[in-house]
């Protein structure tokens, strides 16, 4: 059973730094993409970034690039989102998700909440 574990949210303030991790466990992920996504009050969740856990190639919303930096851990179990120069509408619950088939994210944690104040 695959779970993914979110850590890291809290309160910052605007051009502030957070760092979240994933703990993911229960398979082999070294051929899964592991994510983040984020979902605002009374908005759709987005799609923020994604890392291939093999390959270790990353791609970015447009919204994050030159901001977000997403890694994952050298026993490729845990995926790290720093979060630069954060703005208030960076403000939203966080969350990790799984892919074994590129773009089919079915798997989630339960999310971090990350608030940005101005």
């Known amino acids: 059973q695959v779970q993914l574990v979110e850590s890291g949210g809290g309160l910052v303030q605007a051009g502030g730094s957070l760092r979240l991790s994933c703990a993911a466990s229960?398979?082999?992920?070294?051929?899964?993409?592991l994510g983040w996504f984020r979902q605002a009050p009374g908005k759709e969740r987005e799609f923020v970034a994604h890392?291939?856990?093999?390959?270790?190639?990353?791609y970015y919303a447009d919204s994050v690039k030159g901001r977000f930096t997403i890694s994952r851990g050298n026993a490729e179990i845990t995926v790290y989102l720093q979060m630069n120069s954060l703005k208030p509408e960076d403000t939203a619950v966080y969350y990790c998700?799984?892919?074994?088939?590129?773009?089919?994210?079915?798997?989630w944690g339960q999310g971090t909440q990350v608030t940005v104040s101005s």
């Open positions: 229960g398979r082999t992920f070294s051929r899964y993409w």
């Open positions: 998700a799984a892919a074994k088939t590129a773009g089919r994210f079915n798997y």
């Open positions: 890392i291939n856990m093999g390959s270790g190639g990353t």
